[in-house]
């Protein structure tokens, strides 16, 4: 391969539970809106029709346990937990049942936020990056294989801000199951291994300051954490 101008970040690659190979970081889709009390507390309503997506960039995502500075840009620094869901299979146009049988493990990730900037944008009717694709913005925690374990409706949800509740719910309230995301999905893109989805977040979404520290977990996955220090 020729010399390139300079170097790119090596790609961000997430440790698998019982295995000592990796699993590098492609894309980064989010569904938005998918759990409808999150969706209320936001001031609207669940658009039940289809999902909806916005991405995120892999070259800013980190693992849990980090520590990183409050971001630059907002007053109104925003936690959302949810399950992300990763490709191992190509996969175009599936099925249900073939949208499961492409899922390669799940994990516990963090969604963070610039609400401010988020509702600015979106007011306007522009797009939501500089709320949502910052730097350390994807906060991601060691997969599972989806032979170890399942995305069932018992499975608790949640997420403490220094040992305070935040979010506490069931992955019952998914408006839109996992099959469902990644058969809609793959209609518009040639999924493949490297894809990650974050599948949304529950109610209870709130500001976080430096020094607060995060804690999160799904029922049966690796938990996650994440420390806020001052704005560099």
């Not at 309503?45 to 991405?55: G, I, K, S």
């Not at 099925?95 to 969604?111: H, I, N, P, W």
């Not at 709320?131 to 294989?145: C, H, I, Q």
């Not at 799904?218 to 806020?228: A, F, N």
Request: charged share 20%; proline share 7%; aromatic share 8%.
């Amino acid at each position: 391969m020729a010399d390139t101008l300079f170097s790119l970040p090596k790609p961000v690659v997430l440790p698998v539970q019982g295995l000592s190979t990796p699993y590098p970081v492609g894309r980064i889709f989010c569904v938005g809106r998918n759990y409808a009390a999150h969706a209320a507390e936001m001031g609207h309503e669940v658009d039940r029709e289809a999902p909806f997506y916005f991405t995120k960039s892999a070259a800013n995502a980190i693992l849990t346990g980090a520590t990183v500075p409050y971001p630059p840009g907002t007053e109104n620094f925003h936690h959302e937990m949810e399950l992300a869901v990763v490709i191992g299979a190509p996969v175009f146009q599936a099925s249900k049942s073939q949208a499961t049988e492409a899922v390669y493990a799940y994990g516990c990730a963090l969604d963070m936020t610039r609400r401010d900037l988020q509702i600015r944008e979106r007011n306007k009717q522009r797009p939501w990056d500089l709320g949502k694709d910052l730097e350390n913005g994807s906060v991601f925690a060691p997969l599972t294989r989806a032979t170890d374990w399942s995305p069932s409706d018992d499975k608790r949800i949640h997420l403490n801000v220094n040992g305070e509740t935040r979010q506490d719910a069931t992955l019952h309230e998914l408006i839109w199951k996992i099959d469902e995301i990644i058969s809609h999905l793959s209609g518009y893109y040639h999924l493949r291994p490297g894809d990650l989805i974050m599948t949304g977040t529950p109610a209870g979404v709130g500001p976080v300051q430096a020094g607060d520290v995060l804690e999160g977990g799904i029922d049966g996955l690796h938990p996650i954490r994440l420390t806020l220090t001052e704005a560099e």
